[in-house]
């Protein structure tokens, strides 16, 4: 995927808090879901240089998880760890 068409993406998409923001846990800023195809185009290209890297075997098949795009919201100041 170019980078300017999952810019557009971005642009369109529908971005909410992360469970937990107002509550200053977990992800401290809003997400949204990347395209559908994003992930799995990730991991095909991935897999060969993850399984080459990490000496992972051949008929071990990498597992795609959830994708998304997220934007850190939380000023730094109120961040923690």
Known sequence: MQPNT???Y???SSFTPYPGYEEGKGYPGVR????ENYSCNLT???EPLIKNTF???????IRKSM???S???????LLTP
């Open 6 to 8: 999952i810019e557009s």
């Open 10 to 12: 971005a642009r369109e």
């Open 32 to 35: 949204a879901s990347a395209p």
């Open 44 to 46: 095909k290209f991935l």
């Open 55 to 61: 000496n992972v075997g051949k008929n071990k098949d």
């Open 67 to 69: 994708c998304a795009m």
């Open 71 to 77: 934007l850190l919201t939380t000023p730094e100041s």
